[in-house]
């Protein structure tokens, strides 16, 4: 039976009989994989706790008919425990795997991989706020799937900004020629944070003050929902 092995999120898992689960797997080479993990609910499991949501891992798989079969997990990143442990990190984190899922499939992409595992270190070292580091997150994987959002010239027809208007079926800030009736309306600061989390810039987006990272999350949340075409259930709970 031909074996490969590869670095791993565990994005999600179900169970699977009495002792085995499925193992939703976004693997650094191969894509989204999933794997059936062979007695891992069972007390004496020698790598059960490895493979749970949030964890980076060393996998070693067999290639099945359907689904592969775990053979060896290795632990790189254990950030599960520590993320679940904290409300506001598990929703983030949750909110982060589902939208992972969403945007790789088979083929994967690297940079996706890469992304996702920061972003769960990050949290599980408290790094920034969860929040802070969701939007980012949600931010640059759109971007990288080809929905990279504008915060400055309008996202229709190119107008130099700075423009007002959001409009996340075009793709950001609009100019008011491109604005429909009734488009909501940005602030400066909101516009900036919005900039600041897409790029990474920490030191601006610690500055900002709670109302402008709450409305800046609204934003985010309305951009998500409407590229990924289908709502994340995590976003839910996420706190605002």
Known sequence: MPVYRDEAVVLRTHKLGE????ITLLTRQHGKVRAVAKGVRRTASKFGARLEPFMVVDVQLYIGRSLDIVNQAESIGSYGAVITAD?????????????????????GSLQQYL????????????????GETLNSYLLRSLSMAGWAPS???????????????FV?????????????????????????????????????????????????????????QWHLGRGLRSLEHVRP
């Open 19 to 22: 002792a085995d689960r499925i």
């Open 87 to 107: 409300y506001g990190s598990y929703t983030a984190a949750s909110a982060m795997v589902e939208t992972a899922d969403k945007l790789t499939e088979s083929e």
């Open 115 to 130: 992304l996702l595992v920061g972003a769960l270190r990050s949290l599980s070292r408290h790094e920034h706020g969860s």
């Open 151 to 165: 915060f400055q010239d309008c996202a229709r027809c190119g107008a130099p900004g700075p423009h007002s208007a």
């Open 168 to 224: 996340a079926q075009v793709g950001g800030i609009v100019c008011d020629n491109c604005a429909a009736p009734g488009s909501p309306r940005l602030d400066p600061d909101t516009i900036a944070l919005l900039g600041a989390l897409l790029t990474g810039d920490w030191a601006y987006s610690a500055a900002a003050d709670p109302t402008t990272h709450a409305q800046a999350t609204g934003v985010v949340a309305a951009y998500t």
